[in-house]
C-alpha cells in the first residue's frame, strides 16, 4: 500500500467530512440562510420525484406542481381551524403523498397513450384547472386569500416550528428520497423506464405494458411531490393558489434541465443554482430576474446537456469511493 | 335574446380573432422546428409597446396625418418585433438543434423572462393606458350592439390571416416553409434553405403576435408588461386545440377558443343552474381540450398520419 493511496484515501475522508461538517453546520447559520438551504431541499426533492417522470420515463409533465399543491392544501385542510380538523403531521404526511398518488393516477389514466408535445399540454392544462378551481373553490379552500394559521407541526413529540427543525427534517428525507430513487433507477423497473425513454415501441415488443409503466413512474412522483406539498404547507403555515402557478411547474422542470436530465447529483446541483441564484441577485434590485433570464438562456446555451454531465452521477461517485476503500489498486 | 346572443358571437369572433393570430405564431414555429416557442406570449405584449413608443415618437416629431402616424406605427412594430424573434431564434435556440427538444424549450422559457422583465425594467410594472386607435363608438347592428372597435380588429385579422394562407400556399417563400414543416431532412435535400424558412417563420410569427398585442390592447385600452403570460398559454392551447402544426387549425382553433370562453361564460351559469361561476371559465377551456386530444390526439385540424410517423420515437 503506497502512500499515494494513504493520501488518497485522506482526500476522500477529507471531502466527506468536510461535506458532513458543513450540513451539521447549517443549523448554526443565520435564519435567512437555513430559509434558503430550506427551501433548496424542498425542491430537490420535488425536483428528484419529478425526474422519475421527466428524466428516466422520458415523459415531460408541465403540470407537476398541482400535486405539490394537492399535498399543501391537504394539510391546509386536515391540520388548521379550516374545518377544525387537527391531524399530526406524520399522518398528514402519508395521507398527502397517497393524496398525490391518487391525483396522479387519475391524471394518467386517460392522457398516459399521449405522447412527447401533447402530453405535455395536457399536464399543463391539468395544473391550470386544479389550481383555478383551488382559487374558486370558496368553500373548501377559502379561494384566493388561501388558508392561514395551519396547526404547528410536531413529528413524535419534536416540535417543528423553526426553519432548523425543518432543515433536519428535509435532510433526511431528500436524503431518503434520493437513495429511494438511486435504486429504483438500479432496478429492473428503472431499467424499464430508460428503455422506454429511449423506444417506447420496442418496449412494448418485447411483452412490456407501456401504460403500467408510465403510470407506475407518474404516481410515484406525484406521491414525491403531495409529500413536498404538505411539509411546505406545515413550514409556511399558510398556503394559497399563488404558490402553485404554472412558473412553479416549470422551475422544477428547469431544475432538471439546468442540473442534468436523470441524473440525481444534477438535480441537486440545478436545485442549488436556481434557489440560491435569485437570492444572490437580490443586489440587483428591480434587474434581478433580467439578470436571472440572460443567466439562464447563457447557461442553457453554453451547457445544453446541463451542468453536471452525465457520467457524474450517484453511481458514479459510490463506484468511485468503494473502490478507492476496497480496492484502491483498481484505481 | 337573439341580441344578446349576436353581441356575444361578436365579442366571441374578436377575442378569438386575436387568439388565433398568436396561435399562429406557436403553430409554425412548431411545424418547422417542434419547438413549444414559450417567449412568444412576449411578443404580444411586446406589440403594444412598441407600437406606443414608435407612435408618440412620431407625434412628437410633428407627425404626419395621425392615421398615418399609426399606420407606420403599427408595420414598424411588426418589422421590429419580427426581427427581435429572428435575433433570437439565431441566438437562443439555433445553438441547441443537436440536442434534442427540452434545452431549446427552456431557452425559451429564459427569453420569456429576460424580454419581459426587460419592459418591467424600462417602462416599469403598472399597467399603463393605451391610446385608441380608432375612436371606439357603437355601431348598432341586427340589434345588437358592436363597438368599431370589435369591428375594426376582426377585420384586420381576417386581413392578415387571409394574407398569411395566400402567403403560405402561393408564393415560393412559402412553399418553403411548408415544406420545411413537412420534413426538415428531405427539404434540406431538395435544395430548399430550411434555415431561412425557419428565419422567415420567426419573423412572421412574432409578427403576428405583436399585431394580436396591438388589438388586444386598443380593445381593453391598457398594457401590461404581464399580459403574455396568460393569452400566450392560452393562444397555445387554441394552436394545440386547431391541431398544432396546422396554420388553418390554428385560426380555428383561435375562433373555437374565443366562442368556448365567451359563451362558457355567458351560458354556463344559466345552463348549470348557478352551480359553476362564470370564474371557471378557464377550467372549461382547459378540459375542452383535454377531451378534444383524448378523442383527436393530433388536434382537430392536424394531420391523422399514424402515430408513429408524426411523433417522434424518443420524446424528451
Known amino acids: 500500500m503506497g502512500n499515494s493511496v494513504i493520501a488518497r484515501r485522506l482526500g476522500l475522508l477529507a471531502v466527506l467530512a468536510l461535506c458532513v461538517v458543513l450540513l451539521a453546520l447549517v443549523p448554526y447559520f443565520p435564519s435567512y440562510y437555513v430559509r434558503v438551504v430550506d427551501s433548496i431541499l424542498i425542491y430537490i426533492i420535488l425536483a428528484v420525484g419529478l425526474n422519475l417522470v421527466v428524466g428516466y420515463a422520458g415523459l415531460l409533465d408541465l403540470g407537476f406542481i398541482a400535486f405539490y399543491a394537492v399535498g399543501a392544501y391537504a394539510y391546509a385542510m386536515l391540520a388548521s381551524g379550516q374545518f377544525d380538523i387537527h391531524l399530526p ?161 416549470l422551475l422544477v422542470v428547469l431544475i432538471i434541465i439546468i442540473g442534468g436530465v436523470g441524473n440525481i447529483v444534477g438535480v441537486i446541483a440545478g436545485a442549488v443554482v436556481l434557489v440560491v441564484l435569485p437570492e444572490i441577485l437580490h443586489f440587483a434590485a428591480q434587474y434581478r430576474l433580467l439578470i436571472y433570464g440572460v443567466v439562464l438562456v447563457t447557461v442553457i446555451v453554453l451547457r445544453p446537456g446541463g451542468l453536471v454531465s452525465p457520467r457524474f452521477n450517484l453511481g458514479f461517485i459510490i463506484r468511485k469511493v468503494r473502490t478507492l476503500w476496497l480496492s484502491p489498486s483498481k484505481t | 335574446m337573439f341580441d344578446y346572443f349576436l353581441q356575444q358571437l361578436i365579442f366571441a369572433l374578436a377575442i378569438g380573432a386575436i387568439y388565433g393570430l398568436i396561435a399562429l405564431g406557436y403553430t409554425m414555429v412548431y411545424g418547422v422546428m417542434r419547438l413549444i416557442n414559450f417567449a412568444h406570449g412576449e411578443f404580444f405584449m411586446l406589440g403594444p409597446y412598441i407600437y406606443t413608443f414608435l407612435f408618440s415618437g412620431l407625434v412628437g416629431l410633428g407627425g404626419l396625418a395621425p392615421v398615418l402616424d399609426s399606420a407606420i406605427a403599427i408595420v414598424a412594430s411588426f418589422v421590429i418585433v419580427g426581427l427581435l424573434g429572428v435575433a433570437i431564434e439565431r441566438f437562443a435556440y ?142 397555445f392551447t387554441a394552436a394545440i386545440l386547431g391541431g398544432i402544426g396546422s396554420i388553418p387549425g390554428a385560426m380555428l382553433g383561435g375562433f373555437l377558443l374565443g366562442a368556448i370562453e365567451v359563451f362558457g361564460t355567458a351560458f354556463l351559469p344559466i345552463l348549470s343552474f348557478g352551480y359553476i361561476g362564470t370564474e371557471y371559465r378557464d377550467v372549461f377551456a382547459f378540459a375542452v381540450l383535454i377531451l378534444v386530444l383524448l378523442f383527436k390526439p393530433a388536434g382537430l385540424l392536424g394531420e391523422t398520419v399514424s402515430e408513429e410517423t408524426t411523433v417522434a420515437k424518443k420524446d424528451y
Open chain 2, 94 to 235: 439555433r445553438p441547441l438543434r443537436a440536442y434534442g427538444r427540452l434545452a431549446p424549450m427552456l431557452s425559451a422559457l429564459g427569453m420569456s423572462i429576460v424580454l419581459q422583465s426587460a419592459v418591467r425594467v424600462t417602462v416599469g410594472p403598472q399597467p399603463v393606458h393605451f391610446p385608441a386607435i380608432v375612436p371606439s363608438t357603437p355601431i348598432d347592428a341586427l340589434g345588437g350592439m358592436v363597438t368599431t372597435v370589435q369591428l375594426g380588429i376582426l377585420i384586420a385579422a381576417v386581413l392578415l390571416m387571409v394574407g398569411l394562407t395566400l402567403f403560405v400556399n402561393g408564393t415560393r417563400l412559402g412553399i418553403w416553409i411548408r415544406a420545411a414543416s413537412e420534413s426538415w431532412t428531405t427539404s434540406s435535400l431538395l435544395g430548399i434553405r430550411v434555415n431561412r424558412a425557419v428565419s422567415l417563420v420567426f419573423f412572421i410569427g412574432p409578427g403576428l403576435g405583436a399585431m394580436a398585442g396591438i388589438m388586444y390592447a386598443s380593445y381593453y385600452g391598457i398594457m401590461q408588461p404581464t399580459m403574455g403570460s396568460v393569452i400566450g398559454l392560452k393562444a
Open chain 1, 89 to 249: 403531521f406524520i399522518v398528514v404526511l402519508f395521507i398527502g403523498a397517497a393524496a398525490g398518488a391518487i391525483a396522479g393516477i387519475l391524471l394518467g389514466f386517460p392522457v398516459l397513450k399521449l405522447r412527447g408535445d401533447y402530453l405535455a399540454i395536457v399536464t399543463l392544462s391539468f395544473g391550470e384547472i386544479i389550481r383555478i378551481a383551488i382559487n374558486n373553490a370558496d368553500d373548501l379552500t377559502n379561494g384566493p386569500q388561501g388558508i392561514a394559521g395551519l396547526d404547528r407541526a410536531s413529528l413524535f413529540g419534536l416540535p417543528l416550528t423553526t426553519p432548523v427543525h425543518f432543515y433536519w427534517l428535509l435532510l433526511v428525507l431528500a436524503i431518503i428520497v434520493c437513495a429511494g430513487v438511486y435504486y429504483m433507477e438500479r432496478s429492473i423497473l428503472g431499467k424499464a423506464w430508460r428503455a422506454l425513454r429511449e423506444d417506447q415501441d420496442v418496449v412494448r415488443g418485447l411483452g412490456i405494458n407501456t401504460t403500467t409503466l408510465k403510470l407506475l413512474a407518474f404516481a410515484l412522483s406525484a406521491a414525491i411531490g403531495g409529500a413536498g406539498g404538505v411539509i411546505f404547507g406545515a413550514f409556511q403555515r399558510f398556503v394559497s393558489p399563488e404558490s402553485f402557478t404554472f412558473q412553479e411547474s
